[in-house]
T-cell receptor
Framework: LAKTTQPISMDSYEGQEVNITCSHN???????ITWYQQFPSQGPRFIIQ???TKVTNEVASLFIPADRKSSTLSLPRVSLSDTAVYYCLVGDGMDSSYKLIFGSGTRLLVRP | NAGVTQTPKFQVLKTGQSMTLQCAQD?????MYWYRQDPGMGLRLIYYSASEGTTDKGEVPNGYNVSRLNKREFSLRLESAAPSQTSVYFC???????????????FGPGTRLTVT
C-alpha cells in the first residue's frame, strides 16, 4: 500500500475554502484515494473516494492530477464544526478486503 | 439501523487479564475490521474479515485473536492484556460493491481500554 504524506495541521476561518493536499508518490495503478474525517472520541467518517480527475459530493471535492501522485481535498465554506482530523488514504483496488492504512492525518482548526 | 455497535464503551484491565471486545453491524456488510488508535496517532489495523468465515492479520495482530461469529458479529480477544495495549479500539464494516472497490467503512463508537 502506498504511503501518504500530508500536513500535520492547518488553520482556517469560518466561511473560507480549505484545501488539504496529500502526497502519494508511490501510488500504484490499481490504487484509489480516500479521505476520512475524525472528530475527537469518535470513529472516522468517510468523506470521499476517487481514482482520477475530480470527484464531488455534497460535502467535499477531491482533485486528482493526471499523474495521481498527489490529491487535494477541498472543503467549501468551512464552519466551526469542520474542526477535525482529516486522513488521506490510498488503497489497493485489487484487494477484495479493501484494507485502509491510516497515517497521522491533518488537524484542521476552524476559527470564528 | 444502529449501524456498528461496540461493547463495552470503557474497560479497565490489570496486566495479564483477558477480555473480549464485541462488535456487531446491522447493515448486512461482508467485511469487518478491528483497529486500534493510540493518543495523537492514526488508526492501525489489527485484524480484518473480508467475509464470513475468513479472518486475516493486519498491521499489528500480535497479542490479539479474532472470531467472525457470523455475518453480523466480529469479536476481538485479548488473552493476556499488557499496558502497551492501552488504546481506543474501533470496529468497522464495509460492503464490496459490484461496480468497483469501495473504501467506505462504517465505524463504531469505539472502546476505550486501559491496562494497568
Amino acid at each position: 500500500l502506498a504511503k501518504t504524506t500530508q500536513p500535520i495541521s492547518m488553520d482556517s476561518y469560518e466561511g473560507q475554502e480549505v484545501n488539504i493536499t496529500c502526497s502519494h508518490n508511490n501510488i500504484a495503478t490499481n490504487d484509489y484515494i480516500t479521505w476520512y474525517q475524525q472528530f475527537p472520541s469518535q470513529g472516522p467518517r468517510f468523506i470521499i473516494q476517487g481514482y482520477k480527475t475530480k470527484v464531488t459530493n455534497e460535502v467535499a471535492s477531491l482533485f486528482i492530477p493526471a499523474d495521481r501522485k498527489s490529491s487535494t481535498l477541498s472543503l467549501p465554506r468551512v464552519s466551526l464544526s469542520d474542526t477535525a482530523v482529516y486522513y488521506c488514504l490510498v488503497g489497493d483496488g485489487m484487494d477484495s478486503s479493501y484494507k485502509l492504512i491510516f497515517g497521522s492525518g491533518t488537524r484542521l482548526l476552524v476559527r470564528p | 439501523n444502529a449501524g456498528v455497535t461496540q461493547t463495552p464503551k470503557f474497560q479497565v484491565l490489570k496486566t495479564g487479564q483477558s477480555m473480549t471486545l464485541q462488535c456487531a453491524q446491522d447493515m448486512n456488510h461482508n467485511s469487518m475490521y478491528w483497529y486500534r488508535q493510540d493518543p495523537g496517532m492514526g488508526l492501525r489495523l489489527i485484524y480484518y474479515s473480508a467475509s464470513e468465515g475468513t479472518t486475516d492479520k493486519g498491521e499489528v495482530p500480535n497479542g490479539y485473536n479474532v472470531s467472525r461469529l457470523n455475518k453480523r458479529e466480529f469479536s476481538l480477544r485479548l488473552e493476556s492484556a499488557a499496558p502497551s495495549q492501552t488504546s481506543v479500539y474501533f470496529c468497522a464494516s464495509s460492503e464490496q460493491l459490484a461496480g468497483g472497490p469501495s473504501y467506505e467503512q462504517y465505524f463504531g463508537p469505539g472502546t476505550r481500554l486501559t491496562v494497568t
